[in-house]
């Protein structure tokens, strides 16, 4: 798909960078960049800066970095095209008819076919459960649970008959065809036996936070396993970035957001005026389901089943929203296994008070571990203490790290100071940890030959020091760079050199008279792990010394004028063409750049 690069750049520049990044990070001003936890790696310490001058992030713990586009597509997993649709929804615009690729026009086509099944799937479920007798028995299950119709009808449930192609049948009639229902993840089998996934469930229609529908949960009715089924992943639906109930919870006016496990605790908080609820899909709550709540809250509050599961989950969860920048809470319910439980034998007012007490994520493991190691004995209390400690040491700020380590030592009846030197010693242990691990292998830390490194030295310089493309380019030019990255295991043939790509643009503009921005250089390639390269080129410190930068740029410049030659002996016979190459080689032993002032 192509738009002018005219419009990409008016939508990049309508977008500011800060207040996109704003969205899911909270970010803090020092100096002329702000700075923030990254999204993309779990750390304690902000590492992650964004630069509202040049419109680019990047973080200097993963490497991760890019412009306005780069983040929304690895934030929310978009390709180029679905980020330059959402920032020009964002900033108001309206987008002209794309030319679309062959492929292109195939994936898409394919897309909104199978949006149109799931949402014809969802009124046929919808039909059965509210018209048809064999819904009667679903309806009946949701009036023991006191479902009323009002919400039946805003969460769309439906009834999956025991018939087993009733669905399919219908679809059929519809014009849709077996791979594509298929594809939906609403048909099983092949040939002639296909057959529905769902049959004799209470079906939840899945919506994604824009309220289409994408999938499917269905709870048997009477006996049957599993009790829950849920689509599988297909080409328009991925458990791991949508919840269930999000649609609706997203507007909602509350502030935070309530995390249940199940359908049926977002359907009986939703109806108690607890609009903000939503469930996980049957899975550990995941990185990409925090960052979607990011979006709208800042902060979330477990509600999972008080017994050993729910627990686990519940630890397991407070990292990975602690980690997105979300401030946790966790409720415990008393006396009931589950919300729903709750609220049918009490009241609104009194889940209300509830979520007014939940526990910080400090409260709760003490609570947890008191219960399991059996704080009543000494050696239970130092299980527990030693566990504290740990938590606590994780503690990045100082000021809440001293909080949390008076309380807990007031609650668990031990000395503060003694508690702190624990936490102290924990602290200085993997500090030294830290110091003595191997050198980090990450992609920053690839080992780069000299070519590569001279290649974004001299980038590196032009985008720094614009006004020293009328000095280099009598040195240097875009054909110096090589077309081809040499061949790998992962790519036999070779890719395109980004470098090269970069160069071009640089100089292009530069003949134009134009000062090019990181930011519109970025948007040169569409590969995340090439726009972090780019991005990284912003990292380098160039000599502010006239004579340093004379010398660096002399060598580096030699160094990719060496290579060039070297290619052009490869490549040719032509005696005459090799003695002029042989020349000019000699010639760059003596080449001295000068900067003139």
């Known amino acids: 798909m192509y738009y002018p690069e005219e419009l990409i750049q008016e939508i990049r520049e309508r977008n500011d960078i800060v207040g996109v990044i704003s969205e899911y990070v909270t970010l803090t001003r020092k100096g002329h960049n702000y700075f923030g936890v990254c ?19 990047h973080c200097f713990g993963c490497g991760a970095g890019g412009n306005v586009y780069t983040f929304l597509m690895q934030i929310d997993n978009m390709n180029f095209v679905e980020a330059v649709k959402a920032l020009a929804d964002r900033a108001h615009m309206d987008l002209p008819e794309a030319e679309l690729s062959p492929q292109e026009k195939k994936r898409l086509m394919r897309r909104n076919r199978l949006l149109e099944i799931t949402t014809e799937a ?30 039946r009808r805003r969460f769309g449930l439906g009834y999956a008959p025991i018939s087993r ?4 049948r219908f679809l059929q009639s519809k014009g849709y065809g077996d791979d594509e229902i298929r594809g939906a993840g609403l048909s099983n089998g092949g040939g002639e036996k296909v057959y529905d996934r769902f049959f004799n469930r209470l079906m939840f229609p899945i919506f994604d936070a824009q309220g289409r529908a994408i999938a499917f949960g269905g709870r048997v009715m009477g006996s049957g396993e599993p009790k829950y089924l849920n689509s599988p992943e297909t080409e328009i639906f991925n458990k791991r970035k949508n919840l269930y109930g999000m649609q609706i919870a997203k507007k909602s006016r509350r502030g935070k957001i309530l995390v249940v496990e199940g359908y049926m605790d977002v359907l009986s908080l939703h109806q108690a005026g607890f609009d903000n609820a939503v469930a996980s899909l049957g899975t550990a709550l995941t990185k ?25 989950a519940a630890q397991r969860a407070i990292p990975i929203l602690e980690d997105t920048g979300l401030y946790v809470k966790v409720l415990r319910i008393p006396g009931y296994k589950d919300p729903d439980e709750f609220i049918k034998n009490k009241s609104r007012e009194e889940f209300e008070a509830l979520i007014q007490e939940a526990l910080d994520p400090i409260d709760f493991e003490m609570v947890v571990l008191n219960s399991q190691t059996g704080a ?14 740990q938590r606590l040491s994780e503690i990045s700020n100082p000021l809440e790290r001293e909080l949390h380590i008076r309380d ?29 691990a191997p050198v980090n292998a990450d992609r920053r830390q690839e080992r780069e030959d000299g070519l590569v490194k001279a290649q974004k030295l001299v980038l590196a310089v032009l985008l720094h020091r614009p006004a020293l493309y009328s000095t280099l380019k009598e040195y240097i030019s875009p054909t110096d760079f090589p077309l081809r990255e040499p061949p790998t295991k992962d790519f036999p043939d070779g890719k395109d050199n980004i470098y090269r790509i970069v160069a071009d643009y640089i100089f292009a503009k530069a003949m134009q008279g134009e000062t090019p921005r990181l930011a519109d250089v970025i948007s040169q390639v569409e590969e995340a792990a090439d726009q972090e390269k780019i991005t990284a080129l912003s990292e380098y410190e160039i000599p502010s010394d006239t004579a ?12 990719i004028r060496l290579n060039s030659l070297e290619d052009e002996v490869r490549s040719n016979d032509d005696l005459q063409k090799l003695q002029e190459i042989i020349n000019q080689k000699r010639a760059l032993q003596a080449l001295r750049i000068e900067i003139l002032p």
Do not use: C, W
């Not at 960052?291 to 599961?309: C, F, G, H, N, P």
């Not at 000494?378 to 504290?388: I, M, N």
């Open 548 to 559: 340093d930068l004379e010398k660096l740029m002399t060598e580096t410049i030699r160094t």
């Open 288 to 312: 990409e389901q925090a960052l979607l709540m990011k979006k709208y809250v800042s902060d979330v509050v477990l509600i999972y089943d008080s017994d050993q599961a729910g627990t686990k």
């Open 165 to 168: 192609d009733g669905l399919y």
């Open 376 to 389: 009543d004995t000494v050696e239970g209390k130092v299980k527990t203490l030693k566990a504290l400690a």
């Open 122 to 151: 969802a009124r046929y479920f919808y039909y059965q459960l509210t018209r048809t007798e064999q819904g009667k028995h679903a309806l009946g299950y949701l009036d023991s649970r006191k479902v009323t119709e009002e919400f």
């Open 39 to 57: 999204p993309f790696h779990n750390e304690k310490t902000p590492s992650f800066s964004v630069n509202a001058q040049e419109q680019y992030y």
């Open 408 to 436: 807990v030592a007031q609650k668990m009846q031990v000395d503060e100071q003694s508690l702190k030197r624990e936490v102290d010693e924990i602290q200085r242990m993997s500090g030294l940890l830290e110091r003595r």
